[in-house]
């Protein structure tokens, strides 16, 4: 799999803390402690990895302290209408 620069480079790294610190509730569940920045368009799909309006906070790896779920991992790619795969809607509006 190819390094993603754009996502390692400092200024990225500097805009991602800033979003975090704003708001750690993730845009998915509407749970507390998110740790990574979702991309609301995917990059993979013609989004702006570096556009702060295409981001949003999210679970990742360290998943949701409430639900246990890797929101962003479990999204993937898809657009934010298609939803999870889940029992119920996850998805909220961003502020």
Known sequence: MAKRHDLTAYAYRQQRARLLA?????HLCGHAGADVVDHLTPVSRGGDPLDPENQAPAHGIN?????GRNCNGERGNRPLTSGLKTSRDWYTAPR
């Open 22 to 26: 704003e708001s750690d509730v993730c």
């Open 63 to 67: 998943r949701c302290p409430t639900c």
